[in-house]
């Protein structure tokens, strides 16, 4: 076993973001197999923390399993799963009517609740959930905005990416369809589950026991990722094999000295260029 950096000292519980980190699209990131391997022989617990709400924890297993990365469903938490089990702390077997895809539909189902279709009585429906829907139109945002200004539909939503990041460039993310239902009824979600906010990171250490100074989360957006772990009190490393680029790094750091005005909670502990970073040379 090679010897961890020391910043990753005493850690056992490793919080994994996925795309950009551990894979890139379809294609695995080279060494992060071999990364999470060596970090579970040493006994570190290791679970994955997503905004993408659009597929199923066992979707994610399996898409692991193409990459030999063995892992079980309770090792995901995505903003579909976060959002599904904090729903169900506030109202058991609600009627929900979803803006979204499978993976939140699945992750509320699967909790007891049922979703609704456009068609239904606005007025029975107790939670408008919004995350990326790749079918968003306007009927579900005139819907959506009936549940919530006529009806009793509380608001709340999954996450709020502006851009996705795909093969092609960029397409739009969560955050569209959150504006979309916030202008025409004029109310922000009450809350949005997904990074930045550090409800997930914060059901992580609940669900396993583990102080936040012994845990870390690996991420490649400081907007998201570095700033939920940030906000959460947990360790936190940027690998620049996704989103953020060197030269980014650089110029946040180069205005912290100047302290121009920014978060420090977009600031890491340890950039690293790739996850062979954690070993000392
Ligand atoms: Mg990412």
């Given at each position: 076993m090679r010897e961890l950096v020391d910043e990753l000292k005493n850690i056992e519980l490793a919080i994994f973001d996925l795309d950009g980190v551990i894979y890139r699209g379809d294609i695995l990131i080279s060494n992060s197999d071999k990364v999470i391997q060596e970090l579970k022989d040493i006994s570190i617990k290791v679970v994955y923390n997503s905004?993408?709400?659009?597929?199923?924890r066992q979707m994610y297993v399996d898409r692991l399993k193409g990459f030999n990365i063995n892992s079980e469903v309770?090792?995901?938490y995505t903003s579909?799963?976060?959002?599904?089990?904090e729903?169900?702390?506030?109202?058991?077997?609600?009627?929900?009517?979803?803006?979204?895809?499978?993976?939140l539909k699945e992750e509320l189902k699967e909790k007891g609740h049922t979703i609704v279709n456009p068609t239904s009585n606005y007025k029975n429906v107790d939670f408008v959930?919004?995350?990326?829907?790749?079918?968003?139109?306007?009927?579900?945002?005139?819907?959506a905005q009936n549940c919530i200004l006529q009806g009793k539909a509380q608001f709340y939503a999954t996450n709020s990416d502006s851009t996705l990041p795909a093969a092609s460039g960029l397409l739009p993310g969560a955050g569209?369809?959150?504006?979309?239902?916030?202008?025409?009824t004029n109310k922000k979600p009450l809350k949005i589950f997904g990074k930045p906010n550090p409800y997930g990171i914060q059901m992580i250490l609940n669900h396993t026991n583990v102080s936040p100074d012994k845990s870390v989360i690996?991420?490649?957006?400081l907007n998201t990722d570095i700033l939920a772990g940030n906000r959460a009190r947990i360790n936190t490393i940027l690998v620049l094999t996704g989103v953020t680029t060197e030269r980014e790094v650089k110029k946040n750091q180069e205005k912290a000295i100047r302290s121009q005005v920014i978060d420090k909670n977009l600031i890491?502990?340890?950039?690293?260029?790739?996850?062979?970073?954690?070993?000392k040379e």
């Open positions: 905004n993408n709400s659009t597929v199923t309770s090792d995901f579909a799963s976060i959002t599904s089990e729903i169900t702390n506030q109202k058991q077997n609600a009627t929900i009517f979803v803006i979204g895809e499978i993976g959930i919004v995350g990326l829907d790749k079918e968003f139109n306007y009927k579900k945002l005139a819907f569209v369809m959150v504006n979309a239902v916030e202008t025409c690996f991420g490649d957006r890491p502990n340890l950039v690293i260029k790739s996850l062979l970073g954690i070993f």
